[in-house]
């Protein structure tokens, strides 16, 4: 079953330290839990030739990382936010500019 990018990518993640792996080419994405490496490669590729049509730019690499939610609690409730995981994909070629204005 094939999966449209949209589905599988679900945000970049912009903090200090993926603005600082930006300009390395290392790009951070949040993606679907059960979204294995070449589906992740593939949805980035379909990305930048939607964003960036002119853009001549290849996936290298692709690592992820399993994310486990934390429990907060509060008095007596906890809350407990849901697992996620994230992606840092190498981008070769041209910089993309997913995390500008």
């Not at 094939?2 to 994405?29: D, M, R, V």
């Not at 697992?83 to 981008?91: E, H, L, R, W, Y």
């Amino acid at each position: 079953m094939k999966a449209h990018h949209s589905q599988i990518i679900l945000k970049p993640l912009i903090n200090e330290k993926s603005s600082g792996l930006a300009q390395l080419g290392k790009y951070t994405f949040e993606v679907k839990r059960d979204a294995t490496k070449p589906q992740i490669a593939l949805a980035v590729q379909e990305l930048i030739a939607a964003l960036y049509p002119k853009n001549k730019s290849e996936v290298i690499g692709v690592n992820t990382l399993a994310i486990r939610g934390r429990i907060r609690r509060s008095k007596r409730h906890g809350s407990a936010p849901r697992d996620s995981k994230k992606a840092i994909v190498t981008i070769g070629g041209d910089a993309l500019d997913i995390f500008g204005a």
